[in-house]
């Protein structure tokens, strides 16, 4: 295993420092906890608090700030966060109009957060996502997994939320974006987690994993690498296929890497994925690439598409000032 | 080698084709030749030129846009552009105020934009980049190389020239920034040239090099691989022993990725570089952590220091709107 750190059991705790101090603009580290909280808190708005296994990053973390999440919760690497950290992260963010919960749709992550919703004694309301078409139930999930699509579900509500609405207006903002989201992954390697210190999984020099999850879980079938043409193709196939003819429309195309793939490959693959999506009857009309939801050092890279209307447009556009999306201020 | 590509020979194409597609707003491609021209030219400025090998996105396409740069030209990977290129180029980013090409120091490179200059018949400067203290000469350059630090050399003078700065005072501005600036690099694994289709050196499972170049070009020595702290404090070392005295003020610390390693180890090393900086008695006034002078899928960083007066500061803060750097915008 190489990687740059000091001791395995130190690792969520340096890099989570580094990231605060860095950005310490925009967040600070929690003072009952280690969680990521918005330097300037809005008071009134509803508090929306993510989190999840470390391993991710920049999510959640990077999407704490202006416009986006008032707390993120990481626990360690692929592990999801304690119930007790996350209703320190709730009582930290909330300012008394209440705190939704957007959950990636694992069991441990679920449970933990429902967990803490219960205990915290405070309005708390959960969107969950699960945006992943690959499989249908996977190694840590009941039900579809909750992958990249994640990031558009917390900048649309994070724009919806500073224009004042309610929680339950909220709520079910996030269930609409979560249904209007599809996303899928493929791998070329897998990730280390540095307490494992080996490879999660083993692929061949010329196999790729189509459908992959986020912390290196089985997709739909390990095949032969392929030219990006063929594996964009199999990507947008699986996401139309399961969004029907909603997929003639508008939508948010979101390339994100796995943490090992360089940038170039990143929008070679999007310019095929683009491509397939409007041959599709698609039209893009927002564009994202980069590593945003990652997984440790897997090289790879998953495809997110995300039907737009004219509100969500403009919540989309809206302005945004976290360490890893910024526009508008 | 597992990369997300089609043909070898299409990768630079193709990659460009996708980023000149998903960042529309900002710029647009070439249309005499394949460059990244700015979308909105700004009448009478003068025109930041910069450019080299493909292979280090998002540098420089993904610093073109306005408080930055006017063009990028991209040559195959790893390989200068051609001066036909670079004079297509400055044509088309010239408004009248002249042009002002900004280029790390390689011989190839050097040659190039030198030659461009000399045939466009136009009123064009350069500031020559050579941010790298690891070693004085290398594979492709006499003298010290041009690494990250080239992007607060392009930031800068990006700001200044939106002023309206004459050619040569931001070609004495450049040079200052140049001379103000450090960095140093190490390598966990060799970057893989798609046309050479294997790695471009061999470092054993539990070495590194030391000093390493954003071509793969060997660098100091050759080192068991050691913790964050300790690679930290020599990288630190490096730097404040080449700045002397002058390390003792306020600086922007950047810890730039190099491809294949996560953003959650970046701001691990960030954490023990800052720690190592504040140390040695300098400020870290201004953060920047993440990919943006890269070696395609090499595992490692590198950390740049560059000191910062009250002018430079200001125009570090000054508004940006690229696709890799926003702010203010």
């Not at 692929?78 to 990636?104: C, N, Q, W």
């Not at 499989?135 to 840590?140: F, K, L, Q």
């Not at 790879?300 to 809206?318: F, K, N, P, Q």
Request: aromatic share 4%.
């Amino acid at each position: 295993m190489k990687k740059l750190i000091n001791a395995v059991e130190d690792v969520v705790k340096e890099s989570l420092a580094g990231f605060c101090s860095a950005h310490s603009d925009i967040v600070r580290l929690g003072e009952a906890a280690p969680f990521v909280l918005r330097r300037h808190l809005k008071r009134g708005k509803v508090a929306l608090v993510s989190g999840g296994g470390s391993g991710h990053e920049p999510l959640h973390g990077g999407f704490v700030g202006e416009g986006m999440l008032d707390a993120a919760v990481p626990g360690q690497v692929f592990t999801s966060p304690t119930p007790d950290l996350i209703i320190a992260a709730i009582e930290a963010a909330d300012t008394g109009g209440g705190v939704l919960l957007i959950v990636k749709n694992y069991e441990g992550d679920v449970m933990n957060f429902d967990m803490a919703r219960e205990m915290s004694g405070k309005s708390v309301a959960t969107v969950i996502t699960d945006d992943d078409v690959a499989v249908e139930t996977s190694t840590y999930s009941t039900g579809r997994r909750g992958v990249a699509g994640t990031l558009i579900v917390e900048k649309i509500l994070g724009a919806a939320a500073e224009q004042g609405r309610s929680l339950a207006e909220l709520k079910a903002l996030g269930d609409r974006v979560n249904a209007a989201t599809r996303s899928i992954g493929i791998a070329l390697t897998s990730c280390t987690v540095p307490a494992a210190g080996k490879p999660t999984f083993e692929l061949g020099d010329d196999e790729m994993e189509v459908g992959v999850g986020i912390h290196g879980e089985p997709g739909r079938r390990r095949v032969k690498l392929r030219p990006a043409k063929e594996i964009a193709a199999e990507m947008v196939g699986a996401i139309t296929a399961d969004l029907g003819a909603r997929a003639r429309g508008d939508v948010i195309l979101l390339i994100n890497g796995f943490g090992g793939t360089p940038l170039s490959e990143l929008y070679l693959m999007y310019n095929d994925v683009r491509h397939g999506v409007e041959a599709a009857g698609g039209t893009v009309a927002r564009s994202l690439v980069g590593n945003f939801v990652t997984s440790l050092d897997m090289a790879g890279c998953s495809a997110t598409v995300s039907l737009l209307d004219e509100e969500l447009r403009r919540l989309w556009d809206a302005p945004v000032h976290t360490a890893a999306l910024r526009w508008g201020i």
